[in-house]
């Protein structure tokens, strides 16, 4: 076994158990040029700082160009037996150019190494979700614009409720995959500060230039207190969170492409790319994309809750527990990117049956509304319009009709005020159209929604 970096204090070499027990590497090695980076910063502000000289950083730094390109070549495998990839870089660094080397750690820790790896690592992936959401969000917002137009049925419990439009109901999820883009965004504002510099936990006595090493990091500055830096893991908390709010609004989204690709509301299709048959009955076309994406979704609650655990009762600054949030959180990475990447074409390609749509509208009573609106406007309180709404109602289950096809005189067995322009206000059409209050369901107003929109993003 190779000597740790910290002999000197052991007279025992670690238990290879133990070591494999406390080994990072196997998860956190997908950090190596955020680790490389950070070491690359820090060696140019040691340098500046007279710390070391000009020639140990050029020497360094080209070092660690030559890791960097032969990691991504293939060239230098990680070492299983590292136990991590921060020892791991410095220990192919040693081996290259010798005692040098060994001066990169000068006034720094692992501790605040890890903290800004993890962080160049979370801005890195934030940008990647922002980007997929973005291109989500377009995506619901052409169908939105496309099916602005489309009657169906609004529902409450999963009871037909209302009339609204295809476009209108997107644009509720639109609404909903904005507000997480400005939750990935903030998330990325918060990781964009830079711990490094921060060491063990009280900074140091060396005459480092935290400032620079910030700013050659992308990072809006250096954090304010040593001992929050190297301890602090809100940032990962709070992408969590943010991915687990978008991942709970995707889940929504497939119950209901779920359910209305099924044979009982028939209001699209999957295209056969996104969609999958039965071993044993062939008529079957099963919608597995947006079911895994449901599914799914509970990895992220687990992760997100994870993280709150491992951090809920940890004394300051560093302690080991905190090597756990790595899995964590680049399972929730990599589990909110495989179904954005794949829900968003899912979406772009499944077909619209508008007149099934329509079709369920027209069965549901749900311009009963309208109608007791009707009666309002012939001056009828709504209490008393509801009442004899409901009656009517009622009145058609009995006779198998529809709001639509009950005789005026029927409508006027209930109240005189029912004229024949009711049936004007109760068309399907009319009650959408009639809905003009801001964020209302009318055509006029989802491509109001979609314009104020599609202004907000720069589109």
């Not at 939750?183 to 060491?199: D, H, I, N």
């Not at 893991?233 to 943010?242: N, Q, S, T």
């Not at 322009?421 to 009319?430: G, K, L, R, T, Y």
């Amino acid at each position: 076994m190779k000597e740790t970096m910290w002999a000197g204090r052991f007279q025992k070499q670690l238990d290879s158990e133990v070591n494999d027990f406390n080994s990072s590497i196997s998860f956190d090695a997908r950090m190596y040029k955020q680790d490389i980076a950070g070491s690359l910063a820090h060696v140019a502000m040691l340098a500046k700082a007279k710390i070391l000289t000009d020639a140990e950083c050029a020497m360094i730094s080209e070092a660690l160009g030559g890791i960097l390109q032969d990691i991504e070549s293939g060239a230098l495998p990680f070492d299983p037996v590292a136990e991590d990839i921060h020892m791991f870089v410095e220990a192919e660094l040693t081996a290259r150019i010798g005692d040098v080397g060994k001066k990169l750690h000068t006034a720094r820790s692992r501790n605040d190494q890890v903290a800004i790896d993890t962080r160049l690592y979370l801005m890195e992936a934030a940008d990647t979700i922002i980007a997929e959401t973005e291109t989500l969000l377009e995506t619901v917002l052409k169908q939105a614009e496309q099916y602005a137009d489309t009657i169906m049925p609004g529902y409450t419990h999963l009871q037909r409720a209302q009339p609204v439009t295809f476009g209108y109901h997107l644009m509720a999820y639109a609404n909903m995959f904005e507000r997480d883009l400005r939750r990935l965004r903030f998330c990325r504002e918060s990781a964009a500060v830079s711990p490094l510099g921060s060491c063990a936990l009280a900074g140091t006595t060396y005459p480092t230039d935290r400032f620079m090493t910030a700013a050659a990091l992308h990072c809006s500055g250096p954090c304010e207190n040593a001992m929050d830096g190297v301890s602090d893991r809100d940032f990962v908390i709070e992408l969590a969170a943010a991915i687990a709010m978008l991942m709970m609004h995707l889940s929504r989204f497939s119950e209901e492409i779920i359910l209305w690709c099924s044979w009982e509301f028939r209001f699209i299709e999957l295209d056969d790319a996104y969609s999958t048959g039965s071993s044993i009955m062939p008529q079957k076309k099963n919608p597995d994309i947006p079911e895994l994406v449901r599914g799914k979704t509970g990895r992220a609650y687990g992760n997100l809750v994870t993280l709150l655990t491992v951090m809920k009762g940890l004394p300051l600054a560093y302690n080991k527990d905190m090597q756990e949030d790595k899995e964590a959180i680049f399972d929730s990475i990599d589990t909110v990117l495989q179904c954005l990447h794949i829900f968003t074409p899912m979406l772009s390609t499944m077909r619209v049956r508008a007149e099934n749509m329509r079709a369920a509208a027209a069965n549901g009573f749900i311009n009963a509304t309208d109608c007791a609106d009707y009666l309002v406007g012939k001056g009828l309180p709504f209490r008393a319009a509801y009442k004899v709404t409901g009656s009517l109602v009622a009145r058609c289950i009995g006779d198998g009709k529809t709001l639509e096809t009950l005789p005026l005189a029927v409508y006027r067995e209930y109240s005189p005020l029912f004229e024949e322009d009711v049936f004007a206000a109760i068309d399907m059409a009319a009650c959408v159209e009639k809905r003009t209050s801001f964020g209302a369901t009318s055509p006029v107003k989802v491509r109001e929604q979609i314009a104020l929109m599609k202004a907000r993003l720069g589109k």
